[in-house]
């Protein structure tokens, strides 16, 4: 069996919507905005995807068996 990610399938989810929304948020606001302000959200995107990718190496790592 595998073990789960520390993240339920509902946090999961809501990580995945983050990413997407930040990851297409932030070319948006490049081209809209004259300032530097739209790498906030490359910065939280890289977050979200760093925990996403956490998360799934958990997932994929076998369950320690009990002796």
């Not at 595998?2 to 809501?14: C, K, M, N």
């Not at 995107?45 to 996403?52: K, P, S």
């Amino acid at each position: 069996m595998r073990s789960a990610g520390f993240l339920s399938e509902r946090q999961r989810r809501l990580a995945w919507v983050g990413f997407l929304l930040a990851a297409f948020q932030a070319p948006l606001a490049a081209s809209l905005i004259d300032d530097a302000s739209w790498l906030f959200a490359v910065v939280v995107a890289l977050l979200v995807a760093t925990v996403i990718i956490a998360d799934d190496a958990q997932r994929r790592r076998p369950r320690a068996e009990l002796e």
